[in-house]
């Protein structure tokens, strides 16, 4: 499949990473964001430049993070 081609039934098609962290920051904040998903990235200093470095070399907490705001997009 082309990266070209729509992807109607995938919500993080043509989002970013840090759009997502930044909607997921404006809905619960970096307290209640490091609660959901525990990575020092999000409690100890956070940013959204040292997050995203971390996320970009990181699936797991990257997989967390899309889940994360997956789960935020239905609640709205």
Known sequence: MS????QPNNPLH???LESMLKEL???YGWEELG???N???FKKDPSISSSLKFLRKTPWARTKVELL????LERR
Do not use: A, R, S, V
Request: net charge negative.
């Open 3 to 6: 990266e070209l081609e729509p």
């Open 14 to 16: 043509g989002i970013t």
């Open 25 to 27: 920051l404006d809905y």
């Open 35 to 37: 609660q959901h998903i």
């Open 39 to 41: 990575i020092n990235c």
């Open 69 to 72: 705001f997956k789960k935020m």
